[in-house]
């Protein structure tokens, strides 16, 4: 199993949730419309994926992409953009992403359970700012219930990079 695994610095993750905080928040038929093709599971309530509120960004904040495409890919195209906070008794069950690599920050640290998990490994992301970049096709993951507080998190999948030749 290969992921990276950081922490981003406090200057970093403000600029992040300033930015965030700036960018408009999709409607639900917005959402589905940009995400239908590349992301349906996004959408689907059997997707296995059971957050308490699920939050999808604009990807046309372009200081935000420039920087989260520096930060976290190399092709710097941000394909989806969304947060998803999971409150007591909420979870995800074991999946894969359909041909992406994920990179997902952790945004707060106050609560107990939620581990966060790939290939059964626990990755241990409990620091707010803590963040992980991995192939979501390859590997399954998951996160495991939340017992006290809420686990916020943003997920940012990027584009495939395309070999020119």
Do not use: C
Not at 32 to 41: R, S, V
Not at 58 to 81: D, H, M, P, Y
Not at 121 to 135: A, C, P
Request: charged fraction near 25%.
């Amino acid at each position: 199993m290969n992921y990276t695994k950081d922490i981003l610095t406090s200057k970093e993750l403000s600029f992040l949730l300033k930015e965030l905080n700036q960018t408009k928040l999709l409607t639900s038929e917005e959402a589905e419309k940009e995400y239908e093709q590349t992301h349906p599971y996004i959408l689907n309530n059997e997707s296995g994926l059971y957050p308490n509120l699920f939050s999808v960004y604009s990807t046309k904040n372009e200081t935000l992409n420039s920087w989260v495409s520096t930060k976290f890919s190399k092709n710097n195209i941000v394909e989806a953009l969304y947060t998803m906070d999971y409150g007591k008794g909420s979870f995800s069950l074991k999946h894969k992403d359909y041909l992406r690599r994920v990179t997902i920050i952790l945004l707060t640290n106050d609560f107990d359970g939620g581990n966060f998990l790939i290939e059964d490994t626990d990755v241990d992301l409990s620091k707010r700012g803590e963040y992980v970049i991995f192939d979501g096709h390859k590997y399954s993951h998951e996160v495991t219930e939340i017992i006290r507080g809420v686990r916020k998190v943003l997920v940012m999948f990027f584009k495939p990079e395309i070999a020119i030749l």
